[in-house]
Every structure is written in structure tokens, then in C-alpha cells.
């Protein structure tokens, strides 16, 4: 099975942008379709962004469109989330999923390997 590990978060302001990654190892991240989900403090898991196995295709939720950018590396065996025009209601934690030789999907319980989570903070 694969094990994923975020990195990237930070704080940022307003305005500014971060580049998260999501790097797999046990397995070749080449078969698997990947998600980004983010929570806010009280507030449930939400989607953000995802990519099928062969990166030919991505989905993003309305809120982040035009803004974040997923993309896949399978020769680094790793995925990133470009975030730009960052703004204060991007605060959470955000991770990464991924689901063998499967759609991307936009949706928890379709994953079955979680990372365990970076934190990005913007401030105002």
C-alpha cells in the first residue's frame, strides 16, 4: 500500500500563494488518482481538488477554482496543489488522499490513504 506525507503549509498573507506537496512511497504514485481535502477548525473535511492515475484529468470545488492548481510528478512520485490569491477563509489543515486505479473522486470515503495533514494559515 502507499503512505503519503503533505508538506508545504506555512503562514502566508492575503494575497500571497504556497505549493503543497504529497509525497508517496511503498508504492509507485503512477496508478493512483489523488485528492486534496481541507478542514477548518470546526468545521467538517471538505474537497478541494483531485487528479485521476494518469493526470489527463482534474476537478476542483467552486471555491477554489481559478485559484489552485493540482498537479502530478510520477517521476518524483509526488502531487502538488498550487494555491494562489490565498485568502483567510484557506485556513485549515489540508491533505492529501489517494485511491488505486480509480476516477478521481471528490468525495472521503472513495480514498482509502490519508496523509497526515498540513496546516496553512492565511491572515488577513
Known amino acids: 500500500q502507499v503512505q503519503l506525507v503533505e508538506s508545504g503549509g506555512g503562514l502566508v498573507q492575503a494575497g500571497g500563494s504556497l505549493t503543497l506537496s504529497c509525497a508517496a512511497s511503498g508504492r509507485t504514485i503512477s496508478g493512483y488518482a489523488v485528492g486534496w481535502f481541507r478542514q477548518a477548525p470546526g468545521k467538517e473535511r471538505q474537497f478541494v481538488a483531485a487528479?485521476?492515475?494518469?493526470?489527463?484529468?482534474?476537478g476542483y470545488a467552486d471555491s477554489v477554482k481559478g485559484r489552485f492548481t493540482i498537479s502530478k510528478d510520477d517521476a518524483k512520485n509526488t502531487v502538488y496543489l498550487q494555491m494562489n490569491s490565498l485568502n483567510p477563509e484557506d485556513t485549515a489543515i489540508y491533505y492529501c488522499a489517494a485511491r488505486w486505479e480509480m476516477p478521481m473522486a471528490t468525495r472521503e470515503w472513495e480514498y482509502d490513504y490519508w496523509g497526515q495533514g498540513t496546516q496553512v494559515t492565511v491572515s488577513s
Open positions: 487528479i485521476n492515475w494518469s493526470g489527463s484529468r482534474t
